[in-house]
């Protein structure tokens, strides 16, 4: 695909050549604050005190996951790959959480680029904020570019009703949750609601995950949104503090997903017509914590592991540390790990899918 006739957004799946991505942005990113409830279904139990609002990440882990987006850019960018940045904004100050999490906020399906109707309230003007420079220019285009469709979010007027009958925190025993109305989930359904990183794409086929910020509503919302011929299917998780499918499954290639045996089965997998011919495989090492003289994974678990970016059917972007996972892909399945440092960014809450939102991919 010559340059000047490349579409400004066109991506079907995550394996395809990427050709344009939006890469986050780590200055002034703060802890995000939520209802407790919330923190204590989604998030690391040892980190959960941090979790207040106006409250930066450790400077230092700020500044080096910044030179870790910057480096990743650059990189990209000698492979011949248009990167967009978002604006930068002052998160602490405004009672956000952050930039360099794109793949939470934005989704390509087709020609459409959609925003996620968050869970999360200290969210909710995140692509307002960060991205509206790069949508506008996304949505300009020129007269050789193909149309681009943006789905914004719809606003939320008054008392959000998300948390209605939620708010109590758990009992010592951890069950008040659950007990609570059979509601299993940290939101409940009474308006649309999902995280982007809860949806993958597989050609027509978008397989997602409902979880403690993607709701039944969400996933109908979704399903209205996508273009004609796109058909969004939910796959059954066992993970209860679900947040973002992307360390879930893990699609290497045409026809080779690799999944977290701990979260998902085969036999679930196996329902999903679009993975009827497909290689379907358990990481079959259990990721181990990082040491202590490593920068804590403040939001996520070990399983970050699987949140590799493909490149395209070879190249894969894989944690320089990670190297178990990178001789394993490499011998397995002939994939060619590209190693840089990124364990700072992983501690603002993602590796190297969610940092990015894959804009073009040539299919
Ligand atoms: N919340 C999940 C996914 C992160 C990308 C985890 O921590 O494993």
Not at 69 to 97: C, M, Q, S, T
Not at 224 to 232: I, L, Q
Request: glycine share 6%.
């Amino acid at each position: 695909m010559a340059a000047a006739n490349m579409p400004l957004v066109a991506a079907d799946d995550e394996w395809s050549p990427l050709k344009s991505v939006i890469v986050g942005r780590a200055e002034n990113s703060a802890f995000p604050s939520e209802a407790a409830h919330m923190i204590e279904a989604t998030m690391p139990e040892e980190h959960h005190a941090n979790f207040r609002s106006h409250n930066p990440f450790p400077a230092d882990i700020v500044a080096k996951a910044q030179l870790e987006l910057d480096n990743f850019a650059a990189l990209l960018e000698r492979e011949g790959i248009k990167v967009y940045r978002p604006r930068k904004v002052d998160w602490v100050k405004v009672g956000g959480y952050t930039g360099a999490m794109p793949r939470d906020c934005l989704m390509t399906v087709g020609n459409t680029l959609i925003e996620a109707p968050f869970a999360w309230k200290c969210r909710r003007h995140e692509v307002q904020l960060g991205y509206s420079d790069i949508l506008d220019q996304l949505a300009s285009g020129d007269s050789s570019s193909a149309p681009v469709r943006i789905c914004r979010a719809p606003l939320i007027i008054g008392q959000d009703t998300l948390y209605d009958g939620l708010l109590k925190k758990p009992e010592a025993n951890g069950h008040s949750r659950h007990a609570n109305g059979g509601q299993k989930w940290a939101i409940n359904n009474s308006r649309p609601a999902f995280d982007t990183a809860d949806f993958m794409r597989f050609g027509k086929t978008i397989i997602g995950q409902l979880s403690n910020v993607t709701n039944h509503k969400g996933f109908q919302y979704l399903q209205a949104m996508v273009p004609d011929g796109y058909r969004v299917e939910l796959l059954e998780t066992t993970d209860e503090h679900a947040m973002h499918i992307d360390a879930t499954i893990l699609p290497l290639k045409k026809g080779v997903l690799v999944y977290n045996p701990d979260r998902v089965t085969e036999e679930e997998l196996r329902k999903h017509n679009v993975f009827r011919d497909w290689e379907l495989v358990a990481y079959p090492f259990v990721p181990q914590k990082r040491s202590a003289d490593c920068p804590p994974m403040y939001m996520c678990s070990p399983w970050l592991v699987l949140n590799a970016l493909s490149l395209d059917e070879k190249r894969i972007m894989v944690e320089e540390k990670d190297t178990q996972f990178a001789d394993w892909v490499r011998e397995k399945f002939g994939m060619e790990p590209i190693m840089i440092p990124f364990q700072h960014v992983n501690s603002l809450g993602g590796s190297f899918h969610c940092a990015t939102v894959d804009l073009v991919r040539e299919s």
